[in-house]
């Protein structure tokens, strides 16, 4: 299996700019994860999916951010307009259904490391 | 809500033994997990502990104390390679994680 795909694996636009973050998750796991690294913040959770629906987007910073799962094999997570503090490394995620898995692994794909200059 | 504490960083030689700790609050427990992250990598699942005891998986094992909201992480024969971040996470249903801020492992020769 490819493992989780994300694109691009690096951006770097201005201020204001919109940006798009896709991911493709491993086939045949039904949960989705985006998640955002810094520093400061350390790894946090922007939002997740289950079946393409998403159930929990506690951790979106605000409206300036969305996300969408149109199909199975496809995500995206949208800035729009960009900020130099949205600046971070952004992972998508994936993991197989519950039964499947005794425990909740997930699965990382390489990240999209976001520069707002 | 959830929170988890690690130390920030540990030190060791090579083939030596290191002990990560890491301590939790959650409202719910589904089970404490470790991760691995290399400098510019992705995580990467390195163990699960639903039940108090120790799990061993060749070089690593991890060790769970429900009642005392406690894990660590074991690393024995320590490698260069070991080098990394290390990341305790609770779940709190079988979906959600929560992640601590990581403890970054610097091997010497």
């Known amino acids: 299996d490819a493992g989780v795909i994300q694109s691009p694996r690096h951006e770097v636009t201005e201020m204001g700019q919109e940006v798009t973050l896709r991911c493709k998750p491993i086939?045949?796991?039904?949960?989705l994860f985006w998640y955002r690294q810094t520093m400061m913040r350390g790894l946090e959770l922007l939002i997740y999916?289950?079946?393409?629906?998403?159930?929990?987007d506690s951790g979106m910073p605000e409206d300036r951010f969305s996300a969408k799962m149109p199909n199975a094999s496809f995500s995206t997570l949208k800035i729009q307009p960009s900020e130099p503090r949205d600046s971070a490394v952004y992972f998508c995620?994936?993991?197989?259904?519950?039964?499947?898995?005794?425990?909740?692994?997930?699965?990382f794909g390489p990240g999209t490391r976001l520069t707002v200059l | 809500g959830q929170s988890l504490e690690q130390p920030s960083e540990v030190t060791a030689v090579e083939g030596a033994i290191v002990q990560i700790n890491c301590t939790y609050q959650?409202?719910?427990?589904?089970?404490l997990s470790w991760y691995q992250q290399h400098d510019g990598g992705a995580p990467t699942f390195l163990s699960y502990?639903?039940?108090?005891g120790l799990e061993e998986t060749g070089r690593f094992s991890s060790f769970l104390s429900r009642s005392d909201s406690y894990g660590y992480l074991l690393l024995q024969e320590l490698q260069m390679k070991d080098s990394a971040s290390y990341f305790c996470?609770?779940?709190?249903?079988?979906?959600?994680?929560?992640f601590g801020k990581g403890t970054m492992l610097l091997v010497s020769p």
């Open positions: 995620a994936s993991s197989p259904p519950r039964g499947r898995a005794v425990y909740n692994e997930q699965f």
């Open positions: 086939s045949g796991h039904d949960y």
């Open positions: 999916f289950n079946n393409n629906v998403p159930i929990d």
């Open positions: 959650t409202s719910g427990f589904y089970g």
């Open positions: 502990n639903a039940l108090d």
């Open positions: 996470a609770v779940g709190s249903g079988y979906s959600t994680l929560t």
